[in-house]
């Protein structure tokens, strides 16, 4: 079966400081990949996607970055947080694209940024 | 990509069957519906899916009319345990991207 993992849980960083959230998925071949932030009480909003290795698509501005070195590992990326970076980042895989092929979620990071 | 509404919150109660209905007006030939719960500080869990008449699984049954407009997540017999959001989307495209409102709080008191 499929999993995905996301590390670490939980983080807590001053502002300026640099980032990286690794995800992985197991148990598959060239998924879709995707990041997420979720800030409190509010809905995900897609940040990034990749459809395969070194293809990344971003969806909003911002100060983040997202590599995918190899088939089955994304990268979340910052080389300066800002305050605004703090949230739940999540990452997701899909079979393929399609309406029809859903998310599969991992944990999640807690980001806090002081 | 289409918009979904949802109802913001709603309560229930332990046993009870809890219906959910989303309105999604603009919504693609090709789309299908998607369903999500999320339990605070965990990722989106996928519920169930369909693109017209009935699905039903081992968690839900999903109602979807001819018309596709609207769809409702209906769970049976809750428990307390199934407070949650449970998100309504439609649609990924090509891409695969979704689209995630707010979504439904759904509160069940004992």
């Known amino acids: 079966s499929q999993t995905i993992h996301q590390w670490p849980a939980t983080l807590v960083q001053p502002v300026g400081s640099p980032l990286s959230l690794e995800c992985t998925v197991e148990g598959t071949s060239n998924p879709n990949l995707y990041w997420y932030r979720q800030a409190a009480g509010r809905g995900l909003q897609l940040l990034f996607y990749s459809v395969g290795i070194g293809q990344i698509s971003s969806e909003v501005p911002q100060n983040l970055s997202a590599s995918r070195p190899q088939d089955r590992q994304f990268i979340l990326s910052s080389k300066k947080l800002l305050l605004s970076d703090s949230g739940f980042y999540l990452c997701?895989?899909?079979?393929?694209?399609?309406?029809?092929?859903?998310?599969?979620f991992g944990d999640g990071t807690r980001l806090s940024i002081l | 990509l289409a918009k979904t509404t949802q109802p913001i919150s709603m309560d229930s109660y332990e046993g009870q069957e809890v219906n959910i209905t989303c309105s999604h007006n603009?919504?693609?030939?090709?789309?299908?519906i998607t369903w999500y719960q999320q339990f605070p500080s965990q990722g989106p869990r996928f519920i169930i899916q369909?693109?017209?008449t009935k699905v039903t699984n081992e968690v839900a049954s999903l109602f979807i009319p001819a018309d596709r407009k609207s769809s409702t997540l209906s769970l049976p017999r809750v428990s307390l345990s199934d407070t949650a959001v449970y998100y309504c989307l439609v649609g990924a495209g090509n891409t695969g991207k979704l689209i995630f409102g707010q979504g439904t709080t759904l509160q069940v008191k004992p």
């Open positions: 997701a895989w899909s079979p393929t694209t399609g309406s029809n092929q859903p998310q599969h």
């Open positions: 369909g693109y017209k």
């Open positions: 603009n919504i693609a030939t090709n789309d299908y």
